[in-house]
């Protein structure tokens, strides 16, 4: 009988968070003008995009153990009988139900598991079982089960922001990561998959590199680093398929040396593609696409545009965002485009804010809604140097601006005081 067993947790620590999405602030931490020197093979994008993760492997005997340092080649098999332990001096709660409509990953309404989530402070939480059983027990569906651990990390789990500066980082467990209340990558990753264990889930922690705090695309000059381990997340089953999560990410980001908690449910909900743009696992089954890209391809893939945490707020899908490279060139015409992250999303005016580029010259072009692009876009002669950005008009004299629409931002502009939120940045590339 072949036995299972896990991956070793990460070697090292030291983890990446996201630098890019503050607030409502365009973030300046790279304004290298190099670019890297390849880009992703990662092919026919729209096509992957659409597509469902691979099946789960077919079920093989064995045990699992937490002890072996010998790494799997596939996630392992999904288990369909384990249920959570009841515990009884739980306060109760009611069964949420189901929703009526179908729905998407990307569209699905999380707000009941987000809320219920809110429920358990961790001090008042007595054991990893007691909030295990609290958190799945009013849901019937594992998806929800694995949002609402997601959620509650973001509520009650900070980023050990002090250790992780100081270089005084140390091991944890599930138990002293809740005793705690501070974590980094390894001890998100550690207690979503405790949790989930407990709850029935088929779940995995992944080691393996990730684009965040402190990263930089590679310049032409210089050599292909080996890989390296410094991040970790979770591969999880729900609706019998694999899914990736990053915990860790989704909690908040730092803001140079301060830790923001700011929920953000893309790295709940990115399909496999997007996801590994920024991750590269140790074990290469972990990808989940249908076909396995390299760690080349991996860290020398051009520097996309940098975003902004608002960007996801507003339904945006990242990868179709147009240009999908950061540096742009001058003295032509450029498309620029951003789309909905799912067909299911409203695209109606009154449904949706202005989006609008702010050029190098100062002056604010809307993008107007195709129908036979299904992208709100505008082609815009690029000129000097600079940076490029894309906004949504936020407000207009004072008043909020969703369902303002093209025609009324153009008969606004420059007649009633307006204020912006920055989406995404571009930089015009030298000539």
């Excluded at 799997?72 to 009884?88: C, G, Q, R």
């Excluded at 779940?203 to 705090?213: D, I, L, R």
């Excluded at 960007?311 to 498309?335: A, I, N, T």
């Amino acid at each position: 009988m072949a036995t299972i067993v896990r991956p070793p947790p990460p070697r090292r620590l030291p983890p990446s968070l996201p630098a890019l999405e503050q607030s409502g602030h365009i973030s300046r931490a790279s304004e290298r003008s190099c670019r890297s020197s390849a880009s992703s093979s990662i092919p026919d994008l729209p096509r992957l995009l659409a597509r469902k993760p691979p099946p789960i492997p077919l079920h093989r005997s064995g045990s699992l153990s937490s002890t072996s340092s010998k790494a799997i080649l596939n996630p392992p098999p999904l288990k369909l009988s384990s249920k959570p332990t009841a515990i009884h001096d739980l306060p109760s709660s009611s069964t949420a139900p189901t929703p009526s409509t179908p729905s998407c990953l990307q569209c699905r309404d999380f707000s009941q598991a987000d809320a219920h989530a809110s429920l358990f402070p961790r001090a008042a939480v007595r054991s990893l079982e007691e909030l295990a059983y609290g958190l799945a027990e009013p849901f019937e569906d594992d998806i929800d089960k694995a949002r609402a651990i997601f959620t509650w990390l973001h509520y009650n789990i900070s980023y050990d922001a002090e250790s992780f500066f100081s270089g005084n980082l140390q091991s944890s467990t599930p138990t002293s990561t809740l005793a705690s209340g501070l974590a980094v990558c390894e001890g998100y990753a550690g207690l979503f998959e405790r949790l989930g264990t407990l709850m029935g889930l088929q779940v995995h922690t992944v080691s393996g590199h990730g684009k965040g705090y402190g990263y930089q695309a590679l310049c032409d000059d210089e050599p292909m680093p080996e890989m390296t381990s410094n991040h970790a997340w979770n591969c999880v089953v729900f609706h019998n398929e694999w899914h990736l999560v990053d915990s860790c990410w989704g909690s908040g980001f730092l803001n140079g040396k301060t830790y923001t908690a700011r929920l953000a449910p893309k790295w709940f909900i990115a399909p496999p593609v997007e996801f590994g743009q920024r991750h590269f696992p140790s074990d290469p089954a972990f990808q989940l696409t249908s076909k396995q890209y390299t760690w080349k391809e991996y860290i020398l893939a051009s520097e996309s545009p940098n975003l902004t945490g608002e960007f996801d707020q507003f339904g945006l899908h990242p990868m179709c965002l147009q240009p999908s490279k950061r540096l742009v060139p001058s003295g032509q015409y450029v498309k620029f485009s951003v789309t909905k992250r799912c067909e299911h999303m409203s695209v109606a005016e009154a449904d949706n804010y202005v989006f609008v580029i702010g050029t190098t010259t100062q002056d604010y072009i809307p993008l107007e809604y195709s129908t036979r692009e299904n992208a709100w876009m505008a082609n815009i002669f690029v000129s000097g140097e600079g940076n490029i950005t894309l906004y949504t008009v936020d407000k207009v004299a004072g008043h909020d601006a969703m369902g303002l629409g093209v025609i009324g931002f153009k008969h606004a502009k420059g007649r009633k005081a307006m204020s912006f939120k920055g989406l995404a940045v571009w930089k015009v590339e030298e000539s």
